[in-house]
C-alpha cells in the first residue's frame, strides 16, 4: 500500500541515503553503543533484559548520531560528545517504554513491545531508570549548559505527550494545536540532540541556533512523514502495524486535514470512529480512503518538506564540510521515507 | 489497631516531635512550596492538575526539608538550596507518581491516587515532566556535584523498584536483600537530599559523608517503620488501606522474619497469599496474628532504631547547633511514628 505523491522535479525516488552520516560517526557511534551496553547493565537482572530488548531492537540511532556529527562539525575533539549522545538515546528509549505504556501499545520497531513481555510495571520503571543514567552521563560531561538543553528537554517531551493524552480524543484539534504536540513530543529532542554539539565544542550564540533550528525542523518533519506512513506503510517497514495511529484514536495531522476538509457525514465517520472508538471491519480501508480524497497525505509530506527546507536552511550559512552534507542528506532521507 | 511494642526506658510515647524542624526551615520551605507550585505550572492543564492533587494533599515534605536544614546547618547562606529542596520534593513526588501505576495502588495520602481520577497514562507522563523539571532547577543552580549526587540518586531509585519488582513475589527474599531494596528506593533520595546542604555549602569530604550516612540510615528507619504501620496503624493516620502491602503481595521485613521464623503450615500460607495472590476472608488478621506471634513487627521496629542510631552518630561529630538538635530529633519521631 505505497503513498501516491508527486515527486519533487529531478529528484530520483529514494535518491537520499543515511548511509555518508553513518559512515562519518561509525568509530563515535562503536563508542556509544558500547556506553549504551556498559550502562543499560545493572545487577538487577530484569534491567539489563528490558533495556537491551529495546536497544538492540535497532533503531537507527538517529539521534545520537545528529549529536555526533553536529560536535564533529563544529570541530569538537574531546570524548564528551559520546556521552552526550549515548544520553540521548538512552532519553529516547525511556520515552518510547514509558509511551507503549501510555499508548497501549503491542508492537514495538516490529517486535513485541517490552511491556508485552516483562508487564507495565518494568516499563515504567525500566524507562525511569535509563533516565537517571542519561542525566548522570551528562553530568560527568560537565558542561552545563548541555546539561540545561538536554533537561529542558526531558520536562517539554512529557509537556508535549500530556498535551497529546489531553487532545488525543478531540476531532477539533488545529493544525496548529497537533504542530504544538509534536514539536514538543518529537522535535524537542531533535533539536537539543543537534545543539548540544556546538555547545560541547564551545561555540556561541549563531551556531547553537543554527543546530536548534535543523533539529526542531528535521524533527517535525520525521514525525509528519511518520504520521503519512501510518496510513500507507507496510507493517514489516514500519515496525508497527499499518493503521495503529487509527486504532488508537490518535489525532495526527492526515486526520485534521480531512476532517477539515470533509463533509458533514465524514466528520461524524471520524468522530465515532476516534473520538468515541467505535471501530469496525473496514473503518480503516474507509479512513484511507478519506485520506486519499482530500489529499490528506500528500499535503502531510508537503508540510514535512517545508519543515525540512527550513531545516536545511538553518545549517546553510556553515562552512562546507562532509559533516555538513550528510546532515543535510538525512532531512531529504527522512522525507523520503514516505515514498 | 495499635503495635504492642516495648518503649525505650524512661522515653515517653510520642516525645519526639518533628516541629523543631518545620519552625527553624520554615521561612525557607514558603519559598520551596512557591517555587513547588510555580515549576509543577504548565500551559498543558492537566499537568498542574495531576501535580497539585499530590502536591496539596499534604506529605511531611520531610526530603525538602532535610536539604533545607543540612544546608542552613553547614553555613550556606545562598539561594540554592530552595531549588535543590524543590527538585528533591519533585523527584519524590515523580516516585509516588510512578510507583502508583507500578503497585495499581488506589489510594495515596489518604486520597484517590492521581491514576484513579486521570488514569495511569496522565501519572507516568506528569511523573516525567516533574522529574525533567527537578533536573532543570538543579542546572540552575549550578553544583556539578550536586547534580552528580541527584542524578545518581535517581537511577538507584528506579533500580531499586525494579529490585522490589523482581522479588515481589519471593517468598526466599532474605533481610538482606530486601534491605537491599529499601537502601535504593527509599533511602537513596533521603541521603541524596541531605548530602546536597553541605555540598552547596563547600563543605568537603567529612560533612559529605556524616550527612550522606544520616539520611541514608534515617531513610531506612523511615522505610521499616512505614512497612511496620502498614500491619498496624490506622488508615485515617496512614493516608493508605492497614494491609495494603499484604494485599499487593509485597515482601516487607515484617513479613520476610515471620515467613523464616514460622513452621511448615505457615509458611505455606505466606506462599499462598503473598507468592500466588490467594487471599480470602480473614486472611489479613491470620497474617497480623502470625506476625505477633514471632514478634516480626516489633524487631522491624527494633531494627529501624538500630539505624535511628547510626543516623545520629553520623552527625554526632558536627558542631552543636538548633539545626542538629531538630535534626536529630526527626530520626526519633521517625521512629515513634510505629507507636
Same mark, same amino acid.
Given at each position: 500500500m505505497?503513498?501516491?505523491v508527486s515527486l519533487d522535479e529531478g529528484k530520483k525516488k529514494g535518491s537520499a541515503k543515511i548511509e555518508p552520516l553513518v559512515e562519518l560517526?561509525?568509530?563515535d557511534m562503536n563508542r556509544v553503543n558500547e556506553l549504551i551496553l556498559s550502562k543499560a547493565g545493572s545487577d538487577v537482572a530484569m534491567i539489563p533484559e528490558v533495556a537491551n530488548h529495546l536497544i538492540s531492537s535497532g533503531g537507527k540511532r538517529l539521534r545520537p548520531m545528529l549529536t555526533l556529527s553536529a560536535a564533529r562539525l563544529c570541530g569538537y575533539r574531546g570524548d564528551g560528545h559520546v556521552k552526550l549522545a549515548a544520553s540521548v538515546?538512552? *532519553?529516547?528509549t525511556a520515552t518510547l517504554l514509558h509511551d507503549d505504556v501510555v499508548d497501549e501499545s503491542e508492537l514495538r520497531r516490529g517486535k513485541l513491545a517490552a511491556r508485552m513481555l516483562w508487564g507495565n510495571q518494568a516499563s515504567v520503571l525500566v524507562g525511569d531508570f535509563l533516565?537517571?543514567?542519561a542525566f548522570r552521563m551528562m553530568v560527568e560531561v560537565g558542561s552545563l549548559d548541555a546539561l540545561d538543553v538536554l533537561s529542558t528537554a526531558a520536562a517539554v517531551i512529557a509537556e508535549g505527550e500530556? *498535551?497529546?493524552l489531553s487532545a488525543a480524543k478531540h476531532m477539533s484539534t488545529t493544525e496548529d494545536e497537533y504542530l504544538a504536540v509534536i514539536r514538543a513530543k518529537t522535535a524537542a529532542l531533535f533539536?537539543?540532540?543537534a545543539e548540544v554539539g556546538p555547545i560541547i565544542a564551545g561555540l556561541g550564540r549563531a551556531e547553537r541556533a543554527a543546530f536548534r533550528s535543523y533539529g526542531t525542523n528535521l524533527g517535525l518533519a520525521f514525525q509528519l512523514i511518520d504520521d503519512a506512513l501510518d496510513y500507507g506503510g507496510s507493517s514489516a517497514e514500519l515496525g508497527k502495524k499499518v493503521g495503529d495511529d487509527f486504532r488508537e484514536g490518535k489525532i495526527t495531522l492526515p486526520v485534521v486535514l480531512a476532517y477539515r476538509r470533509g463533509s458533514e457525514s465524514e466528520r461524524a465517520f471520524w468522530q465515532r470512529a476516534l473520538e468515541r472508538g467505535e471501530i469496525g471491519e473496514g473503518d480503516l480501508e474507509k479512513a484511507i480512503g478519506l485520506l486519499r480524497s482530500h489529499h490528506a497525505i500528500e499535503d502531510t509530506v508537503e508540510r514535512a518538506r517545508h519543515f525540512g527546507?527550513?531545516?536545511r536552511d538553518a545549517l546553510a550559512p556553515l562552512p562546507e564540510s562532509p559533516h555538513k552534507d550528510a546532515l543535510l542528506e538525512v532531512v531529504d532521507f527522512c522525507i523520503e521515507r514516505a515514498y
Open positions: 505505497g503513498l501516491v560517526v561509525s568509530a538515546e538512552f *532519553m529516547h533516565l537517571g543514567q500530556v *498535551m497529546q533539536s537539543a540532540a527546507s527550513v531545516s
